[in-house]
């Protein structure tokens, strides 16, 4: 048994400083010593057992913010050895790969239309990010309490896999919140106030609208047409009018480029972009330059079912919160938002003022950050 020492001399590193402690110990009994010891260093955060995160898990990025900060910035995309089912690349890395692969490597999305389509691609790719985190600050791996936003129409089926992913990937607890509520929180609105807000979040796998009062969302329209579907819009347009074969990658590069929601941009708009590719019929190498009012053009199906669903959900609103969203305007969120002349074609068709948000990329983000601060107080908007 345990009774006493006489000194006990140790180091400890933390943010790059180094704590010499010398206890001088007389007649002290051990156990007293190092329960000392653990709740000091508790405070310091060295000891600490569970690690607070905010996930926005997004078809095209994930971000993940811990302590305030964004920590972890990058595609939702992994690379997988077929031989051994190891991962061999994420985020970046991975999205380098894509279309570039042997056959004993794999590049998978794994989630489609805003869900999880490959359950064992996710759990790698959660875990992955997650050790990204910096975490020199503990000496032990801590529990993971997680928030995670996830599409305001998702299944309880779906909403159980991303739960379960989040579970085999470490979280011990948790939560989710609706991602139109969590774009409202990163915007900035007070959704707690009794005052009706519009948020249209445009993702890659899905478009998210909602109609928010009193902490809680009134209308909500959930539709799968968002950037996937206008990445695959171009590679078809170019497909059939240029005759030219075009990938993912090449598709996302011109819709970045001048991708466009309007035929005139004005003096705002962009250059014209060169895209390079072979010819579909002879193989040939091709090149053709692309202007944003063909995008337009290749792109205006898919606008007018997010204009559609938009009217919808304002059908469905009760009018006293309409005349709030036509004083207030509609925010716009995701990275949908940043499609050019986007808001202003919205304000003419439905006549609201629509508003991009401020750096629409990371308003869920944001906003699940949000909530993981205020997990008690906003416990009615976690599922």
Do not use: W
């Not at 790698?124 to 032990?140: D, Q, T, V």
């Not at 040939?284 to 997010?306: C, F, G, N, T």
């Not at 204009?307 to 949908?336: F, H, M, R, S, W």
Request: charge should be negative.
């Amino acid at each position: 048994m345990l009774t006493s020492i006489k000194s006990i001399n140790f180091v400890v590193q933390k943010s790059h400083l180094r704590f010499h402690l010398n206890y001088k110990l007389h007649n002290t009994p051990n156990l007293l010593i190092i329960i000392y010891i653990f709740f000091s260093y508790t405070k310091m955060g060295l000891f600490s057992l569970t690690q607070e995160i905010a996930m926005d898990l997004g078809t095209a990025n994930t971000v993940i913010i811990c302590n305030d900060k964004i920590v972890v910035d990058q595609p939702s995309i992994v690379a997988i050895d077929n031989r051994t089912q190891k991962l061999e690349a994420i985020g970046s890395k991975a999205y380098q790969m894509r279309g570039k692969t042997n056959q004993n490597i794999s590049v998978i999305r794994p989630l489609r239309d805003g869900v999880i389509a490959d359950f064992n691609a996710a759990e790698l790719m959660i875990r992955g990010l997650i050790k990204m985190i910096p975490n020199k600050s503990h000496l032990f791996t801590p529990s993971l309490r997680m928030v995670v936003g996830i599409p305001s129409g998702s299944t309880p089926v779906e909403m159980r896999a991303v739960r379960d992913s989040a579970e085999h990937a470490g979280g011990r607890d948790v939560y989710m919140i609706p991602e139109p509520m969590a774009a409202a929180l990163g915007i900035g609105i007070d959704v707690e106030a009794p005052e009706g807000n519009m948020v249209v979040d445009i993702g890659g796998g899905t478009t998210e609208i909602a109609v928010i009062s009193l902490g809680g969302i009134c209308t909500d329209r959930s539709i799968r047409i968002a950037g996937d579907e206008f990445t695959a819009d171009i590679m078809d347009y170019m497909f059939r009018q240029h005759n030219i074969k075009v990938g993912e990658t090449m598709a996302e590069n011109i819709k970045k480029n001048v991708g466009s929601a309007l035929i005139d941009l004005g003096d705002e708009a962009p250059d014209e972009f060169i895209v390079q590719g072979p010819n579909r019929i002879t193989s040939l190498p091709m090149e053709v330059p692309v202007s944003y009012q063909e995008i337009a053009h290749a792109l205006d199906k898919s606008i007018s079912k997010i204009e559609a669903a938009i009217l919808a959900a304002l059908e469905d609103t009760p009018p006293e919160i309409y005349a709030d969203l036509v004083n207030k305007g509609i925010y716009l969120a995701g990275g949908g938002a940043l499609l050019k002349g986007l808001a202003k074609r919205l304000t003419d068709k439905i006549q609201i003022q629509f508003h991009v948000a401020e750096d629409p990329l990371r308003a869920v983000a944001r906003g699940t950050g949000i909530a993981l601060k205020n997990v008690d107080n906003f416990r009615f908007l976690l599922r």
